[in-house]
């Protein structure tokens, strides 16, 4: 080719990626609620039935949480509620509180969310200010609950958003207030050498074994007694 065109090729090949990139990181940051309705219908239906607990304890969040099957064994002498729904944003949790987590009437909230956000393109700042819409709705309906938000952990299949994960968790664990707790779950799971404990990790490297439930349940417990 021509060096000509190769310059003209080039140049088009540059302008067509300023185009696009805006396009391409507004796709990575769409995020709808509605895709979760049959989630969360499904919970309603189960309360319909088997209406949980008044004054619980009510875990809620991403697939972390979701995925916490052993979490009333893990904490036996209280009473527990899992509300989490895999792949959702903090956002969603906002979006759902009147459904899923104010009917309960919780003495305490633990909320595990944030890191899809941090995945599909969110900043910490959008993260940390979905926390601040959180505190406030839980506030105007609840004013008596706890909130604890447990720190985004460091999966390696995510590994190269350590810094805005640190940011986010920075960010989040400076927010004071009465009945707010942070628990620091980021830096019991990595190694001396500062890397993700891969131990604690199911094979995806994004999703928690039996060993990193057993963790979170060390470093958890002490602040629900």
């Known amino acids: 080719m021509p060096r000509a ?3 003209v090729y080039a140049a ?8 696009i990139t805006p396009i391409l990181v507004a796709a990575q940051t769409t995020h709808e609620p509605s895709q979760f309705e049959p989630e969360i219908k499904a919970f309603e239906a189960a309360d319909r039935t088997n209406p949980p607990p008044k004054d619980a304890i009510l875990f809620v969040g991403s697939s972390t949480i979701r995925f916490w099957k052993t979490l009333a064994q893990d904490f036996p002498d209280l009473k527990v509620i899992n509300r989490g729904f895999g792949g959702s944003h903090l956002s969603d949790s906002v979006a759902y509180a009147d459904r899923i987590i104010i009917p309960y009437q919780p003495k305490t909230i633990v909320l595990y ?14 993260v940390f ?17 706890r909130i604890v938000y447990l720190s985004i952990k460091p999966s390696p ?3 190269r958003l350590k810094d805005q994960i640190q940011a986010t968790n920075r960010m989040i664990s400076g927010l004071k207030g009465d009945r707010l707790t942070f628990i620091d779950t980021y830096s019991p799971m990595l ?14 490297n994004l999703h928690m074994n039996a060993e990193g439930y057993k963790l979170w349940t060390s470093l958890i417990k002490p602040y629900l007694k």
Request: charged share 25%; aromatic share 10%; glycine share 6%.
């Open 191 to 204: 190694n001396p050498d500062g890397q993700p404990r891969a131990e604690l990790f199911q094979k995806d």
């Open 5 to 7: 065109y190769a310059r």
């Open 157 to 159: 299949s995510r590994w």
């Open 129 to 145: 200010a979905d926390y601040q819409a959180f505190i406030q709705k839980i506030r105007a309906k609840l004013p008596e609950t």
């Open 12 to 19: 088009v090949l540059t302008a067509l990626f300023i185009q």
């Open 113 to 126: 969310a944030g890191d899809n956000d941090l995945a599909a393109g969110k900043t910490p700042e959008q």
